[in-house]
């Protein structure tokens, strides 16, 4: 069950999950995670606080800038949406499941695809291109970490 950092500054178990998997992507292409951790799901004005929580957790976690949006696909039909990746992505299936197909910018590293189902996080290393096929109403969270020094300063591009 997610919580919210305490007022000690003691990490969520979800957070320093999240932390700890960026930490081992670093560097690497693309990978999953399955989380130990389930999420909770909250709506509205709870919603909003708690990922600004987890955004300044996750900040103080990895010394990086962190933000998070939430996301849901139509109702009436997958919503695809596509960006490029500046800075470190995750991508969290709330409820649904999407198939995700990666590309290297540069071109120089194999094509990456997956089905992401609920509860599970896809890592979008820095310079990668991605296109995501979302079922009817399914949920995700994009959690954007970074840049890094040396790494353009630009956001990646609004989802389509």
Do not use: K
Request: glycine share 12%.
């Amino acid at each position: 069950m997610h919580s919210a950092p305490s007022a000690d500054g003691v990490s969520s178990p979800q957070a320093r999950e999240l932390a700890q998997f960026l930490a081992r992507c670093r560097g690497q292409g693309p990978a999953i995670l399955w989380p130990e951790q389930e999420r909770a799901t909250h709506e509205g004005q709870e919603a909003a606080a708690v990922l600004a929580a987890e955004a300044r957790e996750l900040a103080r976690l990895t010394g990086l800038q962190s933000d998070i949006e939430r996301h849901r696909a139509d109702e009436d039909g997958a919503r695809p949406l596509s960006a490029g990746s500046f800075g470190h992505l995750l991508v969290q299936q709330e409820n649904g499941a999407g198939t995700w197909r990666l590309h290297a910018v540069s071109g120089a590293e194999e094509p990456f695809s997956c089905r992401l189902r609920s509860g599970e996080v896809l890592y979008v290393p820095p310079g990668w291109g991605w296109r995501a096929d979302l079922t009817p109403g399914a949920r995700l969270l994009l959690t954007r970490i970074g840049p890094e020094a040396g790494e353009p300063a630009a956001g990646s591009q609004a989802p389509s």
